[in-house]
């Protein structure tokens, strides 16, 4: 089954702080995608990236930065000194084949960067 | 490329009352997905279409609850005789076949009272 754990509900740091959001998930396909999501107080859920199964380098846009690991199944996101703008709700997802063209959420992270 | 729209906002009915979300997606996607959201949960799978065609729902998703997208462009989802537990965040996402990446709205915000 297709699963999608985030552990930390939430996370509070003090601005300029890094800080890491864990994602670990659950497939029996071989071949999947694995997204994070970021949901400010608007509520409109914006893309931040998408990872292919295949592509296990990591990457990094700016002060975001994403560790891919097959090994131990997951796709952590780092957000290097944060900002009070980077507060908002993140999720992790997957899609794989045997979901078709769902995709599956974790519960998400709460991140408050306090000023 | 104007985002995906959703209204209403925000919707307040009563329980048993028969409520109706409207989605426009980005003009090019061609599929369209509806997802749940509900406090401290992640958004929740409820049906796509591809075009006009609905090609998968959620086993969560009750008789009551009924999408259409008649033209492939714009969705409607309808909830027939509301309950309280259907209240909730009701996210719209479109996409292109072969990208795999939505767009979601802003949501419709649902209770019932």
């Known amino acids: 089954a297709q699963k999608v754990t985030q552990a930390q509900t939430e996370i509070s740091v003090v601005e300029k702080e890094d800080v890491t959001l864990d994602c670990v998930y659950e497939?029996?396909?071989?071949?999947?995608?694995l997204f994070w999501y970021k949901q400010p107080p608007s509520g409109e859920l914006v893309f931040l990236i998408r990872r292919n199964s295949f592509d296990e380098q990591n990457e990094i846009s700016g002060r975001y930065s994403w560790n891919f690991q097959k090994s131990t199944s997951s796709f952590n996101f780092t957000i290097t000194a944060s900002q009070v703008v980077d507060s908002a709700v993140y999720f992790c997802?997957?899609?794989?084949?045997?979901?078709?063209?769902?995709?599956?959420f974790g519960t998400g992270t709460s991140l408050t960067v306090i000023p | 490329d104007t985002g995906v729209s959703q209204n209403p906002r925000h919707k307040i009915t009563k329980r048993g009352q028969n409520v109706t979300f409207r989605c426009d997606p980005i003009s090019e996607h061609n599929r369209l997905y509806w997802y749940r959201q509900t406090l401290g949960q992640g958004p929740e799978f409820l049906t796509y279409?591809?075009?006009?065609?609905?090609?998968?729902k959620s086993r969560l998703l009750s008789d009551r609850f009924s999408a259409e997208r008649p033209k492939g462009s714009f969705s409607t989802l309808e909830i027939q005789r509301t309950e309280q537990g259907d209240s909730a965040m009701y996210l719209c996402?479109?996409?292109?076949?072969?990208?795999?990446?939505?767009?979601f709205g802003s949501g419709t915000q649902l209770s019932v009272l």
């Open positions: 996402a479109s996409s292109l076949v072969g990208v795999e990446k939505l767009f």
């Open positions: 997802a997957l899609s794989d084949e045997n979901t078709g063209n769902q995709f599956y």
């Open positions: 497939t029996r396909d071989t071949t999947y995608y």
């Open positions: 279409f591809q075009n006009e065609a609905q090609l998968e």
